[in-house]
């Protein structure tokens, strides 16, 4: 899958992506993080079409057990559909998708500087200007697509060797997706849809929240297409200037460190089946607080190796149950550091 063992043995992040894998020629998700965020150098990214095959790929791959330490598996996904209900080990862009990271004036302003006489926008806050006004044209539909997310969805898979059988089974998937369609209030939900998309416009917030593709697509077609520089390129382009501008900071760094700094759930779940006692105390309320960072979006590296030694050290206590120590052990290395 990584083309080498080494990131296994060194225990390097192995992380699902959606997207295609890169071929040299398409700005694929994998061609732009890498551009992008420098600090995944070292990780595999592994393309995985979409979201559920990120999910599946992350969860399979962590149930493997190949006995490895800390072996560090994570899916990264667009957050175009919302991730609630997803395996922590899943995180997502803080915006709905990549491309989104890539709607920032200034770099699109660089790109388009050469040839301002074609695109007639010279500035960023001209170009922002003219990214706002494509965002307000998309907001039905932006509407659409969130309540589209929302309506349940049915597939038919059937083997039309038995058509009787066949139709037993088309006619019971069909009812029960009536079921869940009669049990929604459409009205309300579409109230709530319209409540979140005005949200986003009153906060101003679309170059983050709405579909980055799309935007970013009618941006170019209208403004930049007749210069002669193709999609894939001017994509490429915008991802050179955006990695040092402190917008991408903002919005990307958030993910990078969830998968960087991870924190186990299992680890204080595995304190608390330890006795009660000072050592043991202090090492739950470090872990929780810890973990408590992670889960807030703010984990800091320092503290962390020396957290986990002091894990280790207490595993070896001879009271605790061999499945309590095989869990912190496998816990505590698990624990992402700097």
Not at 91 to 102: I, T
Not at 134 to 140: D, F, G, P, S, Y
């Amino acid at each position: 899958m990584t083309g080498s063992t080494h990131l296994l043995t060194r225990c390097k992040p192995i992380v699902f992506i959606e997207g295609e894998p890169d071929d040299g020629a398409k700005a694929t998700d994998e061609r732009i993080t890498r551009i992008l965020l420098p600090a995944v150098a070292h990780w595999a990214l592994i393309p995985t079409q979409g979201k559920q095959q990120v999910i599946k790929a992350a969860k399979e791959m962590r149930a493997a057990e190949l006995h490895l330490p800390g072996m560090p598996v994570f899916g990264l996904v667009d957050d175009d559909q919302g991730t609630s209900g997803t395996p922590d080990f899943v995180v997502s862009w803080p915006v709905c998708m990549l491309e989104n990271l890539l709607l920032d004036p200034e770099s699109i302003s660089v790109v388009a500087a050469p040839y301002a006489g074609a695109v007639g926008l010279t500035t960023p806050d001209e170009v922002q200007k003219s990214l706002i006004d494509l965002a307000n044209l998309q907001i039905e539909e932006e509407k659409r697509l969130r309540l589209r997310s929302r309506i349940p969805r049915a597939s038919l898979a059937v083997d039309i060797g038995d058509l009787a059988t066949a139709e037993k089974k088309v006619n019971a998937i069909a009812a029960e997706y009536l079921r869940k369609i009669r049990g929604i209030d459409l009205a309300t939900v579409q109230r709530e849809v319209d409540t979140v998309v005005q949200g986003i416009v009153s906060r101003g917030e679309q170059l983050e929240r709405f579909h980055g593709k799309k935007l970013l697509r009618a941006w170019y077609d209208k403004y930049f297409s007749s210069v002669g520089i193709g999609w894939n390129p001017f994509l490429i382009e915008i991802a050179r200037h955006a990695t040092q501008r402190e917008r991408l900071h903002r919005l990307a760094t958030p993910a990078v460190d969830r998968i960087r700094l991870y924190f186990p759930p299992g680890l204080a779940e595995a304190l608390r089946r330890c006795p009660g006692g000072t050592d043991r105390d202090a090492l739950l309320a470090e872990s929780d607080q810890e973990r408590a960072r992670w889960i807030n979006g703010r984990p800091q590296p320092e503290g962390r190796e020396n957290l986990r030694r002091k894990i280790l050290q207490y595993s070896h206590d001879t009271t605790l149950d061999d499945s309590v120590k095989i869990a912190l052990v496998q816990s505590a290395t698990a624990i992402g550091t700097a």
